[in-house]
């Protein structure tokens, strides 16, 4: 199939994505019949190009690295903003991956509803507007006729959501519960060997783990956002996001961290989603002193761990990358490319 990319945010995930499209056009096109032009970028600070022919992505990635905005690039149209981009290039894939506000949702909520009214498909890896609306939004893509995936809302390209989705479809998922935040878990894991928490989250932010205000990572609503995203789509609930009880690491002192290691456990920061047994969904997130035997307590640094409980195949474990330029850039891969099969066979 052949996709006409649009780009609404040309920042570090969008730039991840452009390095893998680049490096591997040729390869997906021969194995994944996937062909694509990227003909429109629109970045509120960069700036926005639109060329229905296609503009080139080497050069544009080549002008955000030297310069940190696409001002010169000079071929095309210059200028239109987010929804112009949206509603009036060639696009039939919109990628959103701009700035977004996580308890708003905006302005990747109106981006994606204006997308799909249009009759373009969506990718997107903003957690706000799926743990938001996410229902409304499958139902308008449904309307329309096309397709939204959200891959790296939860655990960035590591596959927990389509492992749950597709893979597991059928197991009896009963349970997930896992670490979905690499910045804490950073803290945590330097707290352990000796660093305070000050310095830890100021690394976090430095290596580019922690959100632009890092009170949703270490307060827990980055991990809250993502459970009740896995929970709502994977696990059929219906939770609002502010409604499960949130925990997040702040309180847990450097004693506490020692403490728990002697008497063989590790403080982690725990989300959790659980079917009781009249068919509702509990979901949480909290830190816990977790057992060093337990296959979490081992997960250091930034990555991330789901495990699954399920009645069929026990319990499954996905560990892997949960944030990054390149594991996020390769969530929206992913996606593009289940559409792209998708769409292939109509
Ligand atoms: N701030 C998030 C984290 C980034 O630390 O996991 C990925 O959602």
Redesign the pocket.
Same mark, same amino acid.
């Given at each position: 199939m052949e996709f006409n990319i649009a780009f609404i945010g040309f920042g570090v995930v969008g730039q991840g994505l452009a390095e893998i499209l680049i490096e591997q056009e040729e390869f997906l096109k021969k194995n994944y019949d996937f062909h694509f032009k990227v003909v429109a970028v629109s970045d509120t600070m960069k700036g926005s190009w639109y060329k229905r022919t296609g503009l080139d992505l080497k050069k544009l990635l080549a002008l955000v690295k030297e310069n940190g905005n696409l001002k010169g690039y000079g071929e095309g149209i210059e200028g239109w903003d987010s929804l112009k981009t949206i509603e009036e290039t060639n696009a039939n894939l919109i990628l959103e991956v701009a700035w977004t506000d996580l308890k708003t949702g905006e302005p990747a909520i109106t981006h994606v509803k204006t997308a799909l009214k249009n009759k373009k498909h969506v990718v997107l890896t903003n957690k706000g507007p799926i743990a938001l609306a996410v229902r409304e939004l499958l139902d308008l893509a449904k309307k329309n006729g096309v397709e939204m995936r959200y891959e790296g809302t939860v655990l960035?390209g590591t596959p927990a959501l389509n492992l749950g989705l597709n893979n597991l479809a059928g197991a009896g998922i009963t349970k997930a519960m896992g670490i979905v935040?690499?910045?804490t878990n950073y803290i945590l894991t330097e707290m352990e060997k000796g660093m305070s928490y000050e310095d830890a989250l100021k690394q976090a932010q430095e290596l580019g783990? @922690?959100?632009a205000d890092p009170t949703a =990572?270490v307060e827990g609503f =980055?991990a809250l956002g993502k459970i009740v995203i896995l929970a709502n789509t994977v696990m059929g609930a219906n939770l609002s996001k502010d409604e499960p009880p949130c925990e997040g690491i702040t309180k847990i002192t450097a004693e506490d961290i020692v403490k728990a290691k002697e008497e063989g456990f590790r403080w982690k920061l725990i989300a959790g989603a659980e079917i009781k047994k009249d068919g509702s969904i509990d979901a949480y997130v909290r830190p816990e002193k977790i057992p060093l035997t337990h296959p979490l307590a081992n997960i250091m640094g930034p990555t991330n761990a789901l495990t699954y409980s399920t009645k069929y195949v026990s319990d499954v474990t996905i560990v892997g990358p949960? @944030?990054g330029k390149l594991p996020t850039g390769f969530a929206l891969l992913t996606d593009i490319l289940d559409i792209n099969r998708l769409v292939s066979k109509r």
């Open positions: 960035s935040n690499g910045t783990y @922690a959100e =990572d =980055d949960g @944030a």
